[in-house]
């Protein structure tokens, strides 16, 4: 069976959880006798490769697709997309992440009657920002009109006049539309495209009607964004990790007295950006004058954000240990008491709690989304956005620690068995 994947982006040094879920995905497939090719785009310019379809990489096979920027909702028309996949003939279409390349793909596999799936793995779906993060409402319900998205977008830009029109309600709605369009008509963006962005989640809503199925890898992903979908199939499949996971489980009893916060050390695993809370890490660890204890924060982003981390850990043991590798991401969990997943929006169903969970090291999170479905224990969550909260709940774990949680994980090749099943119902 030949599997063709589309994704937002994919080699080139791109690291980040679809890339993650790709690449247990196409391993696992092509174990079972499948043969797979990656589109991926490229947002970040980082590679040579402009053309669709040139080669990426050969092993394994990853082709190049062009990115329209993150206000992309169909991207390539489907004309331009429907030569390659006559070529490749694929027996099923994969799209894992359309941000900013689009649904012109599953308009073009619709047309040649190749059966088309989707994952949810973030809220692209149904915000232009995919986090669902309200720049002043916390979360977004995600009913609201594209002026009040541009004015979410405007409000995370640096510069201080977008800024402040963001802030101006009546104003702002009415002056960054038309500042954000023209930009976007300067630089290329066809005019057709920028209607689809205006009614963009009806858009996407019946373009996805074209696709027979979309996988769910939590019960929030489904709530929030395929209950919206009229026609395709929703199937649940959860993320699975790699075998070593399993093998690597820590030998960690429940304690039988405190931890002396001089000797605790705290870990984080996962990208560097605002939305992901890593900064309120470093408050609730101030706010307790832990300042003995270790705090390792592995993972990248974006420079305003990491230098905004590196002040806040001033005069703290932080260590900012940079990416680490899967292969070597249950080796780093080893070394920490508890890990934290401090998100600001409602987690699909992060990779770093399964991993913590299969690696049997505790983790203390939020308390949004997919992280519930994973830790039931109430004394491992805190409310989210609150450095207070969470340091009253890392006080009182050091106090009487808890140990990792049992609740379920997948393993890869359940994950990859459960969706080889699903494309073998649809060819």
């Known amino acids: 069976m030949r599997i063709l994947f589309a994704t937002m982006q994919y080699g080139r040094g791109y690291t980040q959880g679809t890339e993650r879920y790709l690449s247990i995905l196409t391993n696992g497939l092509r174990e079972a006798g499948c043969e797979t090719t990656i589109l991926g785009g490229d947002p970040d310019g980082r590679g040579e490769q402009t053309e669709l379809g040139a080669v990426v990489s050969r092993s394994p096979r990853v082709l190049h697709y062009p990115s329209g920027g993150w206000m992309a909702v169909r991207g390539l028309p489907a004309e331009q997309v429907l030569p390659l996949l006559k070529q490749l003939r694929p027996d099923v279409l994969h799209v894992a992440n359309p941000a900013h390349i689009g649904l012109g793909i599953v308009e073009a596999g619709q047309r040649l009657r190749i059966p088309v799936v989707a994952t949810v793995m973030d809220y692209w779906w149904v915000c232009p920002k995919q ?68 009614n963009r989640q009806t858009w996407i809503a019946h373009a996805m009607r074209a696709a027979d199925a979309v996988i769910c890898p939590s019960r929030t992903a489904r709530e929030i964004v395929a209950a919206r979908f009229d026609g395709p199939r929703i199937v649940s499949i959860p993320y699975g990790l790699e075998p070593h996971w399993f093998a690597s489980r820590a030998d960690r009893s429940r304690s039988s007295g405190p931890m002396d916060p001089a000797n605790l050390t705290i870990g984080y695993a996962g990208a560097l950006a605002p939305h992901k809370g890593v900064h309120l890490i470093l408050d609730a660890v101030g706010r307790l004058r832990w300042k003995q204890t270790r705090v390792r924060i592995a993972g990248s982003g974006e420079d305003a954000y990491v230098g905004k981390l590196q002040s806040l850990a001033a005069g703290m043991r932080v260590e900012f240990v940079g990416r680490v590798a899967p292969e070597d991401m249950p080796a780093f969990m080893r070394t920490c008491d508890v890990m934290i997943v401090p998100s600001l929006w409602p987690e699909n169903l992060p990779i770093a709690v399964l991993e913590a969970c299969a690696a049997g090291v505790p983790v203390l999170a939020s308390r949004v989304g997919g992280i519930v479905e994973v830790l039931d224990e109430p004394n491992m969550t805190f409310e989210a956005g609150s450095s207070a909260a969470l340091a009253e709940r890392l006080s009182g774990w050091a106090s009487a620690p808890i140990s990792a949680p049992q609740g379920k994980v997948c393993t890869a090749a359940e994950m990859v068995q459960h969706t080889l099943a699903l494309y073998r119902e649809l060819v």
């Open 131 to 198: 986090t669902l993060r309200h720049f002043q409402r916390g979360v977004c319900d995600a009913k609201v009109g594209y002026r009040e998205c541009v004015r979410c977008i405007a409000d995370e830009r640096d510069e201080s006049l977008r800024r402040k029109l963001a802030n101006l309600p009546v104003l702002g709605a009415a002056v960054l539309p038309t500042v954000y369009f023209a930009r976007w008509r300067s630089r290329g963006v066809p005019a057709d495209e920028i209607d689809r962005w205006r």
